[in-house]
T-cell receptor, first 114, second 113 residues
Framework: DSGVTQTPKHLITATGQRVTLRCSPR?????VYWYQQSLDQGLQFLIQ???????AKGNILERFSAQQFPDLHSELNLSSLELGDSALYFCASSVATGAWDTQYFGPGTRLTVL | SQQGEEDPQALSIQEGENATMNCSYKTSINNLQWYRQNSGRGLVHLIL?????REKHSGRLRVTLDTSKKSSSLLITASRAADTASYFC?????????????FGKGTLLTVNP
């Protein structure tokens, strides 16, 4: 158990819908990262927040957005869902934001878009 | 495109044998990390090697880094059935002010009892 929690574990929804994925980082970690894992694209970095502020952006679509709240939990919002958005979404956390910080991954949310 | 690329894509060995996986990357890095992922589950950090290090050990794991060839290898000695998983290398981006990890597509290791 990494100490990072994600809810829900599974999510099944229809195209065009909007969903929210939630992540609670390990106690004491200030950074939260979101990743998308699919068979064709592999594990893709989406976005990072550090202590409530956006810190780095990866291959995140405009239909996706995220935020980190004062209690440091984070939410990833996916809207206008398409079939291709079906994937595993992982959240990771680390103490700070440097190159030497180990990222601890949550168990993931499996999103299925029908 | 992916920064790190693992090789081979899949590897099947017998329990007790050693497993070697390779990773190649394209640009300068601060560090390279290896992660393990059991089927459909979260990634587990295994080891981090810094760009100024050439070799690192952790239990049955040995990681090497050759920055001149932009490559790394992960050796698992005396493999066990429980080592069956996908293994990913992840490289950071050393340019600019934004730090992020880029993962390869992984090597699927199967250890047969």
């Amino acid at each position: 158990d990494s100490g990072v929690t994600q809810t829900p574990k599974h999510l099944i929804t229809a195209t065009g819908q909007r969903v929210t994925l939630r992540c609670s980082p390990r106690s004491g970690d200030l950074s939260v990262y979101w990743y998308q894992q699919s068979l064709d694209q592999g594990l893709q970095f989406l976005i990072q927040y550090y202590n409530g502020e956006e810190r780095a952006k990866g291959n995140i679509l405009e239909r996706f957005s995220a935020q980190q709240f004062p209690d440091l939990h984070s939410e990833l919002n996916l809207s206008s869902l398409e079939l291709g958005d079906s994937a595993l979404y992982f959240c990771a956390s680390s103490v700070a934001t440097g190159a030497w910080d180990t990222q601890y991954f949550g168990p993931g949310t499996r999103l299925t878009v029908l | 495109s992916q920064q790190g690329e693992e090789d081979p894509q899949a590897l099947s060995i017998q329990e007790g044998e050693n497993a070697t996986m390779n990773c190649s990357y394209k640009t300068s890095i601060n560090n390279l990390q290896w992660y393990r992922q059991n089927s459909g589950r979260g990634l587990v950090h295994l080891i981090l090697i810094r760009s100024n290090e050439r070799e690192k050990h952790s239990g049955r794991l040995r990681v090497t880094l050759d920055t001149s060839k932009k490559s790394s290898s992960l050796l698992i000695t005396a493999s066990r059935a429980a080592d069956t998983a996908s293994y990913f290398c992840a490289t950071d981006y050393s340019g600019g002010s934004n730090y992020k990890l880029t993962f390869g597509k992984g090597t699927l290791l199967t250890v047969n009892p």
